[in-house]
Each structure stands twice: as structure tokens, then as C-alpha cells.
Nanobody, 126 residues
Framework: QVQVVESGGGLVQAGGSLKLSCAASGRTFSSYAMGWFRQVSGKEREFVSAISGRGAVIYYANSVKGRFTISRSNANNTVYLQMNSLKPEDTAVYYC???????????????????WGQGTQVTVSS
């Protein structure tokens, strides 16, 4: 069982930056692929980024590529999402998710992830 807790959301002006953190419980954090997803009320959940257990494989959605950077610290059981050049369309609740995966398989679909946080709101004003 893994528990994940997001933090770092808030209100920022367009062009600004935020860094989200996701702290996970457990002693085998490096065995979990971690993903970030976002959802706007009334819309489907959207993949943002994912990172494999040891950080060797990383994926980004096209909409955030070049602006967002995912990273992880297995020593601290934490995954990060650095968000730069934020746009109003980035406004959403951002969720962190974990999936047990000891290989290089890195899902970009929410249904593949087993553990989810409660979400953190990111609001970008124009």
C-alpha cells in the first residue's frame, strides 16, 4: 500500500512558476512509476508527465513539453513537477499517482495507476 500526498499548488499569474511536490509512503519508492495528471471540473482527467522508478524514462504531454519538468528523489520518497511559463489553460487540480513497476514500463493512462493523492489546485490568472 502506498499513500501519496500532493502539495505546492496555488494561485500564480500567467508566465509564472510553481513547483508541485508529491510525498509517498513506503520503503520501496524506487519500485514505483510516478505520474502527474490534471483535471478541470467537467472534463476528463489529462496526463501531464510521468517518471520511471529510477528516473531513466520520462514522458510529457505535448501541451507541457518544454515548460514542465518532472523529477524524483528516491532518498526522500518525493516526486516533483516544476511548472514554468504557466498559462491560464494549465489551471486544474493536479493529481499525483503511483504504479508498482520495476521495469521501464511507464503508463500515460490514469487507469494504469493504483494509488492517487487528493489533488492540489493550480490556478493561473491571465
Amino acid at each position: 500500500q502506498v499513500q501519496v500526498v500532493e502539495s505546492g499548488g496555488g494561485l500564480v499569474q500567467a508566465g509564472g512558476s510553481l513547483k508541485l511536490s508529491c510525498a509517498a509512503s513506503g520503503r520501496t519508492f524506487s519500485s514505483y512509476a510516478m505520474g502527474w495528471f490534471r483535471q478541470v471540473s467537467g472534463k476528463e482527467r489529462e496526463f501531464v508527465s510521468a517518471i520511471s522508478g529510477r528516473g531513466a524514462v520520462i514522458y510529457y504531454a505535448n501541451s507541457v513539453k518544454g515548460r514542465f519538468t518532472i523529477s524524483r528523489s528516491n532518498a526522500n520518497n518525493t516526486v516533483y513537477l516544476q511548472m514554468n511559463s504557466l498559462k491560464p489553460e494549465d489551471t486544474a487540480v493536479y493529481y499525483c499517482a503511483a504504479k508498482y513497476s520495476t521495469g521501464s514500463i511507464l503508463p500515460q493512462v490514469g487507469q494504469e495507476y493504483n494509488y492517487w493523492g487528493q489533488g492540489t489546485q493550480v490556478t493561473v490568472s491571465s
